[in-house]
């Protein structure tokens, strides 16, 4: 399975081509969710600092981090 990133991340595993930062954004969730070994799905790693980034999850949320309690939850737009 592939998805976004993972020709990225290859290439930059070969060459060592420096990356633009959403490209590497999108090659770092790649590598994170092993070439999206399950599918191309949301991680659900939201205290994640790319997390915001990962190409699938709902665009429309806005993702809260309470870091006192450590809680993750997605508010609709």
Same mark, same amino acid.
């Given at each position: 399975?592939?998805?976004? /990133? ?16 959403? *490209? ?6 790649? !590598?994170? $969710? ?9 991680? !659900? *790693?939201?205290?994640? #600092? ?9 665009? $429309?949320?806005? *993702? !809260?981090?309470?870091?006192? /309690? /450590? !809680?993750?939850?997605?508010? #609709? #737009?």
């Amino acid at each position: 399975m592939g998805g976004l /990133g993972s020709k990225d991340l290859a290439r930059y595993i070969k060459t060592g081509e420096q990356l633009q930062r959403s *490209i590497a954004i999108r090659a770092k969730c790649a !590598e994170c $969710t092993a070439n999206y070994a399950d599918g191309r799905y949301d991680c !659900e *790693i939201c205290k994640c #600092p790319l997390y915001p980034f990962m190409p699938y999850h709902g665009k $429309t949320a806005k *993702i !809260e981090l309470n870091l006192v /309690g /450590g !809680e993750c939850s997605a508010q #609709p #737009p």
